[in-house]
């Protein structure tokens, strides 16, 4: 195949530097080839960077070279709003700025021999799970939110969901990879019985052939996957032109495609056979947003969550 | 013996060229003065020959000192030059990471190295290397006794096989160990994510170090002294016990002790067998890129502190230990 995205940065005058979290890569590497067809999107050339969420947004954020990002969570844009590095109106399209997403789902090996079908299976004595480092990675935040939401009924009963997430953590959560990919890559290589992750990081890895199957709670959280444009960006226009195509529908299929829940209502009915809606499904939007999220559950030293890590891995 | 002796010389120079270059290329300036001086007092003093060549006549003694002075600026210059170099290739940045450790204060570097996680993967990592020293301590100079005295199609080879943990990437090692010792591993030892694949990993890497230590050493012992020994009703094991290990001693605790400095830094060759389990196959150098990922670059300065401060250590005890055994050797010459 042709590697439109491996050009050096810089070769080109229209070369839009992307940074992203560790999973879009499977989405991406479909986007933009087809974004280079387009009119818009011809002679682009794209310098992509992936890595766990929380670590790409300090690093663009510290003054790596970025025009485009895509972040698993939107603390992780917010970070560049606050730096000054992206406009505080990045999320007002329709779709707030968040171009695809997808659900938290429960990995397991194929055949499922520990039975794991809920979130209490994984509390089943023995059972090893893998999920990230919430502090490096965002997919570890959905993950973590997922059986949040699940057990304190959408942060009602908050004393609940932190119990279940503190038993979790504290005797069935062993190694921290950095990123989701870095967790799909242990568990693939042997580690856990449980991995923690994106639905599209799951139908991407069965896809591969890989000896997995996934397992959808009934109960679950939706994954809003946020992207933006830097407006200090030398490639602005590009980058731009970049970001609004990923709405379009053309791209919302190939995404789909590709594993990621579209946001487009229409292409979202077409594949609806392909994304089979939990029972309930919790969004961010129900537990009061991100910005408290954040601060009560994640942030450094403070947060409850963050102090249940602690603990657990100090 | 007379043949094998007259076959060395080329070998001798190899090995030792091998030896210097690998040594100062791999750990810089400061891993090259701990290499065990050769049994060889009467240049010791002088301090020239010991990692180059080793002049062939006792006339050499004074040859240094003859040398024609240089001027006092030159020489003002070049120790200028010498102190401004190692100042900002070393020191500096050893201080600048110093001072990010102690950030908030003693307090804050002391609860960052005693975390037990923290603590955890520092004693993981010192015990790993000090495992695999022992072990290259043995099975090192077993090669390289090899390689010296017996003869053997392919020897050649075998020679140059010793130097590749150098020259290959080391994280071309672990993918090759992965690939071996990992899931699904075609000859079915499967030791991905415990320690012992740490091990395994990290005697890969050290491989070079004893044997390129103790090779030079064992080349020029005198073999008068065994066949003395031997004529004297010695059996092989005590010639072997009192008269050569003796002599290879030095270079055999220089050689270890040069793997164990490598082995509690090394990362790319453990990054991917190591599994990366907190606690129990996490070394210091993962949980130091953990830290910074998490965005907690004062855990990540105060472990690194802590692995300097082994490393340290440890050059400074080979570096007293072989100036002691250097001593004794004069002493019993």
New interface residues.
Partial sequence: MDQPGSTAAGAATSTVNLFAYAVPKVGFDVVIPAFQKTPAGNGVQFQQSYGASGDQSRKVAAGAEADFVNFSVEPDITRLVDAGLVDKGWNANEHKGIPFGSVVTIVVRKGNPKGIKDWDDLLKPGVEVVTPNPFSSGSAKWNLLAPFAAKSNGGADKAAGLAYVTALVKDHVKIQPKSGREATEAFLQGSGDVLLSYENEALFVEKNGDPVEHVTPPTTFKIENPAAVLKGSKNVAKATAFNEYLYTPEAQKLLAEAGFRPVDETVAKEFAAKFPLPTKLWTIADLGGWKSIDSTLFKKDVGDIAKIYDLATQ | MTANRSGTPPALEEAKAVTAGADSQRRGAAAAAPLPARPDARIAPSGEGRDGIRPSGDTQTTAPRRRPRRPGLARTLGVGVVTLWLSVIVLLPLAALTVASFEEGLAGFWDAVT???ALASLWVTVLVSAVVAVVNAVLGTLVAWVLVRDEFPGKRAVNALIDLPFALPTIVASIVLLSLY??NSPIGV?L??TRSGLVVALLFVTLPFVVRSVQPVLIEVDREVEEAAASLGATNWTTFRRVVLPTLAPAILGGAGLAFARAIGEYGSVVLIG????R?TQVASQYIQ?QI????PLNAAAVSVALLAIAFVTLLVLRVLSSRAQRREERDA
Wanted: charged share 30%.
């Fill in positions: 975390a037990p996680a990992g899931p499967e991905n994510a599994g990366n389990i907190p129990e953990q990922e998490i965005d907690r």
